[in-house]
């Protein structure tokens, strides 16, 4: 749609310190006690993450008109729950990763029930961070914590794990598998611009236009993510290429072939682009945001 | 101390099916889709609990002259933190035990995959539900979550795992041993009645008071834990005894001997007891719930 006006990664490089700085001051000490719990939180929650999720935060306040500061929080908490539900999808008794980012899994570094703690400990941080947020006009810490205990809970990112769990090994449907990206993926997406609009008092018009584009983007982010799967290698993506393939997982690709996930995935951007129409040019950055995440290589 | 007023055991048992129906209306119903992690979830909250938490909640606002009603969101949601943080401990990657209130854990019924994510649900709920908790004139959304992200977060519940973990098959201190209690048992309770005076909108000297009641309490019931481990059989106490023992485990049995630990937890009962004389003989149910922890045999 829309050329950007900025140079994302520019964009998104002048954040990502400022949301590192956010976590590092949120959460406790590497070495508070006990010391090990706190290293291991930290080592995921620092392992090079592309901080997508609060860079939508941020992006969705701004296209609000809202300050950094008043949705830093919003994005440290949405990243908590990213990290702590990556961590307990690595575990042996989830999908039983060794690599991830590059980097090996918690429970390789720490032992498998100091990664289930950590991942506790980061899902509890979350809301307790989020409870730090400043009240708005329209919105206040009641508003916040149900967006993101909904967003994360059983029937959104939880029950996609279960259903993914479920369905591993057998043949999905499309609807199936839309079903299962719908809450794995959109949920904490969407999650991400509505906590960033509220951080900017958005308005209940504004408030749709975010979950619209939210759902669509989450959507298109995890059809790419099955499509680089197939198509990448474990260096260029960071992680085990090919898994999807040999678990025998549901993805578009094993269920509509290649070139019809790709023209899914171009198709839901543009859902995503169409729904950032009311907010006039002044969502450049979502907009930007949206247009990297499908183009990215890893 | 002080004889109780009435009968602690009409007293729970006239709350704990208001406190079972009101759990039973916060969390998913048991088909919501994906219906396996709203089984495992509810399987483990209804696995016949005594539900000690929820009554301190209770028994707190009690004293405090709130209402039943205001009281039962912070109840079901420490009960909720409290179930998760079983199914959690109870995993092979944790202590790996097959039996808990006389009943397969939950990872023996639903499989280590979806446990782990029971747990994560329930631990997310918790806060959902507390953020359904009416506002009072002292206290609002921002501090119920607060005290029990704190209280179950990664300095203290979770810290106390961590430290029980590690300190595995090592000689601890009775200090040690009882840094670890402070966390893993008494941070819950202690947050459990300071939630219930807060939902009964208490003075600051009144939360000072629970507080002080709700650490006592704590670690008196986690020694007398550890007394009923080497004293009772398997049957006694609905899960496997002398586990303590077999798996080295510190305890204060083992470090002070069984004699002494039963003075410590009587003294720590009764330091529970003084705690509460600014209630000036309201805290009946509080003070009838201490007595009965100290004098149960499961």
Same mark, same amino acid.
């Given at each position: 749609m829309s050329v950007p006006a900025f140079d994302l990664s520019a964009w998104v490089a002048a954040r990502a310190p400022r949301v590192d700085a956010a976590l590092d001051r949120f959460l406790p000490r #590497?070495?508070?006690?006990? #010391?090990t719990i706190h290293k291991a939180m930290r080592y995921s929650l620092f #392992?090079?993450?592309?901080r997508m999720r609060p860079a939508l935060v941020l992006a969705a306040a701004e296209a609000c008109g809202g300050t950094e500061a008043a949705a830093l929080p919003h994005a440290a908490a949405v990243e908590c729950i990213h990290t702590y539900s990556l961590i307990h999808d690595d575990l042996p008794g989830m999908?039983?990763?060794?690599?991830?980012r590059g980097k090996p899994t918690n429970h390789k570094v720490f032992g498998e029930g100091m990664a289930i703690l950590a991942g506790d400990g980061l899902l509890t941080w979350a809301f307790e961070i989020l409870a730090q947020a400043d009240d708005t006009k329209r919105y206040g810490t009641r508003d916040y914590i149900r967006e993101l205990a909904q967003a994360s809970g059983s029937l959104q990112l939880i029950a996609g794990q279960v259903a993914d769990l479920e369905g591993e090994g057998r043949d999905l449907t499309v609807a199936q598998l839309r079903y299962i990206h719908e809450r794995k993926t959109s949920a904490l997406l969407r999650c991400a611009v509505r906590l960033g609009g509220m951080s900017a008092n958005c308005t209940p018009a504004q408030l749709t236009a975010l979950s619209d584009f939210g759902y669509n983007v989450g959507l298109a982010f995890q059809v790419i993510d099955d499509i680089l799967d197939v198509t990448q290698s474990s260096e260029q993506l960071g992680k085990t290429a090919g898994k999807d393939e040999r678990s025998q997982k549901a993805t578009y690709p094993r269920i509509v072939g290649l070139k019809k996930s790709q023209a899914i995935a171009a198709k839901l951007t543009r859902q995503a682009f169409a729904a950032l129409r009311p907010f006039k040019g002044r969502a450049g950055a979502l907009e930007d945001l949206a247009q990297y995440l499908l183009e990215r290589k890893n």
């Open positions: #590497a070495t508070a006690k006990p #010391a #392992a090079g993450g592309k999908d039983n990763d060794d690599l991830r």
